[in-house]
């Protein structure tokens, strides 16, 4: 059974920082592209980040270019999403998310439970 478990949300003013973890289970995470999206209250889930399987090639959302980073640790099977110069707009619930192959080439197969970030003004 594939378990993806975030943590590190929670609540920040604008312009902090916060690092979400995910570490998974079940699944070969060597082999698995990683990604990062996040639903706001009324909007549709969108990618914020993704990672091939060795870390080598990442995508950013246009919004948080700059001020997110993603990465991994495969001896840990472990994602990470930096989180600097945190927005109002950056307020959601994010997901982490495994792929199966490579690099996200078709959607996600298994997701994470969510995490909370609330960024306030």
């Known amino acids: 059974q594939v378990q993806l478990v975030e943590s590190g949300g929670g609540l920040v003013q604008a312009g902090g920082s916060l690092r979400l973890s995910c570490t998974a289970s079940?699944?070969?995470?060597?082999?698995?592209?990683m990604g990062w999206f996040r639903q706001a209250p009324g909007k549709e889930r969108e990618l914020v980040a993704a990672?091939?399987?060795?870390?080598?090639?990442?995508r950013y959302a246009d919004s948080v270019k700059g001020r997110f980073t993603i990465s991994r640790d495969n001896a840990k099977n472990t994602n990470y999403l930096q989180m600097n110069s945190l927005k109002p707009d950056d307020t959601a619930v994010y997901y982490c998310?495994?792929?199966?192959?490579?690099?996200?080439?078709?959607?996600?197969?298994?997701w994470g439970q969510g995490t909370q970030v609330t960024v306030s003004s």
């Open positions: 998310a495994a792929y199966s192959g490579a690099w996200i080439f078709t959607g996600p197969r298994y």
């Open positions: 079940g699944l070969t995470f060597s082999g698995a592209a």
């Open positions: 990672t091939s399987s060795s870390g080598s090639s990442t």
